[in-house]
């Protein structure tokens, strides 16, 4: 047999220690690399939140400046920080680490995200400056025009009102809507054209808006006479009917009996559809004086006729009534008739004729009703 080779190597003290440098050496080497795939945790930390991401549902959501700000930041740093650290290989002298697979797979990370980012800026300061504008055109809209009629008033008035604390928030969206603007010129975010002109605009549109405010919140109060002045008039127009209506309520057939009863009501319900048409007015006017905090009117001569011409209608209803449950009781078979329930009938139709013998001029037409139910 030949000589025993590792029994050699043993014995021999200077290869015994070539061997070990060897070792040492490639041991050294998978160190160098184990420090050097540690400078990757950084990239392997966003890579992994960016891969958790639902940038669908993210785009759902409703996003202020400082996400935007930090979400452009941030991507673009990922994006840069995987160009310049993450070379393509690292010569570690034994060990030749290829990285051009990592960084591939790296690199779409950031980019994705970014362009969701690039996306979303846009859809965001255009919603926000159709809104602005919508808003400024609107009340421009509403305030810029002179008032010729009583409603138009009460349009302008009511608007004002509810207008409230909207300037504040217009400019404080307006700020909000510079302040994307910038960032998408700061951060050269695609963007429509059209989208920047409609910006360019926003300057000249908020203007016009603050102007038509200004001008309206200083003529309040000589809008709020010239509106009382017009209500006045509608007023007047108003209580001119109601006294033509009373008169047309003095027809002697109404409280005739010798007026066939379809005739009666149907012109006494004329009357009493005109009278409740006027008092919806009435109420939507007291209702313009309470909202603009001036003096309400009373309607006393609107609530005298409609109480009048009501008690005449319900002179005709009850003869109708009677009529029929009269007809009915004398008809029914006598077994069937419930003498508390008829009685009690007979002592309504009693109470009515008592309220109009009292809220009625004399008259033909009660006292028949009033015998007709005291025979009874």
Sequence with gaps: ????????????????????????????AFVMAGTYASKFEPFKKFYLENEKLDLEALEQEDHDISFFRFSLVKYMLEHALIKINCPSEKDLGLILIDTNQLKAQLLPSPVRCLKAIHDMLPKKAKQMLKRIIAVSQDAVLHLDGEPATTMDYVNLLTFMEEMGGQVEKVDEETGIVKDLYELIEKYHVPVPPEDLAVFQSLHQEVGRYHTAVDKATSSREQYVSKFCHHLDQDIAALGKEVKEIKSLAQNPMILSPETEGEKAMQYVGGLLERL?????????????????????????????????????????????D???????????????????????????????????????????????????????
Excluded at 290 to 312: C, G, I
Excluded at 368 to 373: D, E, F, G, R, S
């Design 276 to 320: 409740e048409e006027l008092q919806k007015k009435a109420y939507s006017f007291k209702t313009y004086q309470k909202t603009f905090k001036v003096e309400v009117t009373k309607f006393e001569d609107l609530e005298e006729t409609h109480a009048e011409v009501k008690m005449k209608q319900n002179l005709w209803d009850s003869q109708r």
């Design 322 to 376: 009677w009529q029929n449950d009269y007809q009915k009781w004398m008809t029914a078979p006598f077994e069937d008739l419930q003498p508390d329930a008829v009685s009690a009938q007979v002592l309504k139709y009693a109470k009515s004729v008592y309220q109009m013998e009292k809220g009625l001029p004399p008259n033909g037409a009660v006292p028949a009703l009033k015998a007709k139910v005291e025979e009874m």
């Design 1 to 28: 047999s030949g000589p025993n080779l590792k029994a050699i190597f043993e014995d021999d003290i200077n290869m015994r220690k070539l061997g070990q440098g060897i070792q040492d050496c490639i041991l050294k």
